[in-house]
């Protein structure tokens, strides 16, 4: 091949050739399936001008060949351990987790939950400490607690949150000032329906909120473990196909899973992930 052909050909690959290996190159060059194999070698090597010390590597074999590096998945702890899944098909013995669907389920529901976590709130001395009362007794003059389930939250034109809370007594509406941030700040977490408990005292007939609580698991409480160093994770409410339906963040949640995203310490959680209980599936068509 002629000298012409040989600079063309690599300069059409952006590769310039100097002018002390052209005539080297050329030799070299004897054939189609040669130019093409010093193209690769070139494009290997990530340079853009041909040398005589390149020519004189091909020509000794001494060219590095590219290391080829398989990042492999780093094994989760969980596989280490076999999964001890036991279904149970009895019937339900008492009977009370079917019902019709009326109002009065609802109702009972509803009421079953404020008996239960208004219970776990009354253990907590910091809230009963003050006088604990029934909401319809909103007279009452002196610091006191309600205890009652969020039927609505909104912010005011002010900036104040009004909370409009029941129990089994009546309904009352208790106010969250604007001015003290860090409690406003902790009332973003109240949700509709949940049981609450609220420290402060009655103004005509506004609950002023002093305090808020909520039914947590008591720190003291002993906790319950599995022998092998697993964990599960609970997830509900995936809406799947509707308009609802957070794809990428369940994505993302599917990448933790794989040990792909989040720190060290959020990767070596994922790694210990045997389980997952989907508490609710509603499949949108």
Known sequence: ???????????????????????ELRQLCSSELDMNKILDITKRKGTSVITQELLDEIKNG???KPVIIIKRRKKA???????DIKISRSKDITSKSFTSGNINNF?????????????????????????????VKNHFPSESSIIGIVNSKKET???????ELEDPSGISNALILNKNEDLKKISTE????????????????????????????????????????????????????????????FLRFIKWLRMEEGNSSQRELASKVKYIVIGGW???C
């Open 190 to 249: 109240i949700v509709t329906d949940e049981i609450i408990g609220l420290k402060g005292k009655y103004g005509k007939d506004l609950f002023i909120v002093n305090e808020i609580f909520f039914p947590d698991v008591p720190i003291n409480r002993e906790v319950r473990k599995s022998p092998d160093p697993v964990v599960a994770v609970l997830i509900s409410d995936l809406h799947v196909g509707s308009t609802k339906f957070l794809d990428d963040v």
């Open 282 to 284: 509603r499949r949108h």
């Open 1 to 23: 091949m002629n000298k012409t052909e040989i600079l063309c050909k690599f300069l059409d690959c952006d590769i310039n050739i100097h002018p002390s290996a052209l005539g």
């Open 77 to 83: 702890i969980a596989e280490e351990y076999d999964a």
């Open 157 to 163: 034109k002010r900036g104040h949150i009004l909370i």
């Open 107 to 135: 109702v009972n529901f509803f009421n079953h939950r404020y008996e239960v976590l208004g219970k776990v709130l009354k253990n907590r001395q910091s809230l009963t400490g003050s006088n604990l009362i029934e909401i």
């Open 62 to 64: 001494n060219e590095k």
